[in-house]
């Protein structure tokens, strides 16, 4: 059912040790009840990394990057990795090579919709869901702001969004982004740059 959204905001949490630790943001939506973003969630095998949206009115949904570079993460990446939203896989794909902030944008199909995540700045993202001949579509805007204890996510929603919607939205606050920004292109081609060159040393 799609509604209109009141804004609302979720505070970071964090609990557990090195062995068992997990950490996130956690609020409530008038419209959609309470949610857990958990980012990440305990580690079941070293290869793998994990965050999770779930409560209320929300589908369950899952961010997972897999592989062998995945140990040394913190959050998963836009690499090698696996989105769903319930039962649902979503398609993802982005320009590795773009420009701008709306060409690295990440272009998603999910339920027949297509969507678009677009980065403002390392600490915000505006998801977009396209318009079609039945719905004028509608806009996610997640922000991050403060520090510590007060870190907090303010989400604002421009049009009548679903449960989908704002999970699909949330979950890439449990995503490392930072490849999106026009910073974190740059890292990401020296470090292609460089891994390429060291391979070719042997």
Same mark, same amino acid.
């Given at each position: 059912m799609h509604t209109?959204? $009141?804004?609302?905001?979720? &505070?970071?949490? *964090? #609990?557990?040790?090195?062995?068992?630790?997990?950490?996130?943001? *956690?609020? !409530?939506?008038? #419209?959609?009840? #309470?949610?857990?973003?958990?980012?990440?969630?305990?580690?079941?095998?070293?290869?793998s990394i994990v965050? #999770? !949206?779930?409560?209320? =009115?929300?589908?369950? $949904?899952?961010?997972?990057?897999?592989?062998?570079?995945a140990e040394g993460l913190k959050l998963p990446t836009l690499n090698r990795s696996t989105l769903r939203v319930g039962d649902r896989m979503v398609y993802v794909d982005r320009n590795r090579f773009g420009a701008t902030l709306e060409q690295r944008a990440l272009t998603m199909r999910y339920a027949g919709d297509h969507y678009r995540l677009a980065a403002l700045d390392k600490y915000g993202y505006v998801l977009t869901r396209q318009a079609d001949d039945e719905d004028p579509g509608v806009t996610i805007t997640v922000r991050e702001s403060g520090r510590g204890k007060n870190r907090r996510?303010?989400? &604002? !929603?421009?049009? *009548?969004?679903?449960?989908?919607? =704002?999970?699909?939205?949330?979950?890439?606050a449990g995503v490392d982004r930072s490849v999106l920004t026009?910073?974190?292109?740059v890292k990401a081609g020296l470090s292609r740059a460089t891994h390429f060159w060291t391979e070719s040393q042997y």
């Open positions: 209109n959204v $009141t804004p609302f905001e979720l &505070q970071a949490w *964090r #609990e557990g040790n090195r062995h068992d630790y997990r950490a996130g943001w *956690r609020g !409530v939506s008038p #419209e959609f009840g #309470e949610i857990v973003l958990t980012c990440p969630m305990t580690r079941t095998t070293p290869e965050s #999770e !949206v779930r409560g209320g =009115l929300l589908p369950t $949904t899952s961010y997972e990057s897999r592989g062998m570079h996510l303010s989400v &604002q !929603v421009s049009g *009548r969004a679903e449960g989908g919607d =704002l999970a699909l939205a949330l979950i890439f026009r910073v974190g292109a």
